[in-house]
């Protein structure tokens, strides 16, 4: 099991920017593909961004696509998500997850999750 801790959530006005952390723990990093995933009030948790285990290849929701950027740091044991330009639709939980599949992106080990708000 690999222990994940997400941090950087926070409050913001819309069109404005966050960056959020996931550091993990526990187990052999490097060798897990990673994902971002959300949740709002409301609504069922669904895919954000993934990056596979090298950091080669990412995939993002077609909502947040052209905002957000996935990146990793196998070095530090940490992923990360940039959001810019963001919308009051983005509020939610974010949660960071290995994966146990990348097509369709499927979390196995998930974060405790990081508040995120945008306000209008």
């Known amino acids: 099991q690999v222990q994940l801790v997400e941090s950087g959530g926070g409050l913001v006005q819309a069109g404005g920017s966050l960056s959020l952390s996931c550091a993990a723990s526990?187990?052999?990093?490097?060798?897990?593909?990673m994902g971002w995933f959300r949740q709002a009030p409301g609504k069922g948790r669904e895919f954000v961004a993934v990056?596979?285990?090298?950091?080669?290849?990412?995939r993002y929701a077609d909502s947040v696509k052209g905002r957000f950027t996935i990146s990793r740091d196998n070095a530090k044991n940490t992923v990360y998500l940039r959001m810019n330009s963001l919308k009051p639709e983005d509020t939610a939980v974010y949660y960071c997850?290995?994966?146990?599949?990348?097509?369709?992106?499927?979390?196995?080990?998930w974060g405790q999750g990081t508040q995120v708000t945008v306000s209008s």
């Open positions: 526990g187990r052999t990093f490097n060798s897990y593909d």
């Open positions: 990056i596979s285990w090298s950091g080669g290849s990412t």
């Open positions: 997850a290995t994966l146990e599949s990348y097509r369709p992106p499927r979390g196995r080990d």
